[in-house]
């Protein structure tokens, strides 16, 4: 499994791997060019099959990040790594003009903090690129429909 970043047609090294704990799984990987990140989450489910396939997500199979030593040994805390800012203080009107219903925002920290900014980013994004004004839980369902991200 790997991932390439389009602009740079580089393949993507592997910044991050979690295992929350309740059968989910989530992996970053950042582009050594650019910089630019990605992150992969599975449902338990799909984090079985990944498994039965013997793919080592986060082994010694991706070659070593240059970044990766400079990280590790600025801090280490990982979870601070991927740390963003309170879900309520990121929406400003200034900003972004797409709101986080009540609800939505609760349902948005159930998602695993050291990804939770990257997935808001994703559900506001869709927000914005369809003229919609606020999110709901079903704007979120609609959205992981459209964008094939089932379990996130
Ligand atoms: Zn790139």
């Not at 349902?107 to 004004?133: N, Q």
Request: charged share 25%; with cysteine.
């Amino acid at each position: 499994m790997k991932f390439l970043c389009i602009d740079c047609d580089e393949q993507m090294g592997f910044g991050e791997r979690q295992l929350p704990g309740d059968g989910t799984l989530a992996a970053v990987f950042r582009c050594p060019a650019c910089g630019r990140e990605v992150a992969m989450l599975t449902n338990p489910m799909e984090t079985q099959v990944v498994s039965s396939l013997g793919i080592k997500i986060g082994g010694r199979t991706v070659p070593e990040q240059p970044l990766e030593l400079v990280r590790s040994s600025l801090d280490g805390g990982r979870d601070e790594a991927f740390a963003e800012p309170p879900v309520d203080s990121v929406t400003s009107p200034e900003t972004s003009p797409v709101e986080w219903a009540e609800t939505a925002t609760r349902r948005l920290e159930a998602v695993p903090s050291f990804v939770r900014g990257m997935v808001k980013r994703i559900y506001t994004d869709y927000a914005k690129e369809h003229g919609i004004h606020e999110i709901t839980p079903e704007i979120m369902d609609q959205a992981r429909t459209d964008l094939g991200l089932e379990g996130m």
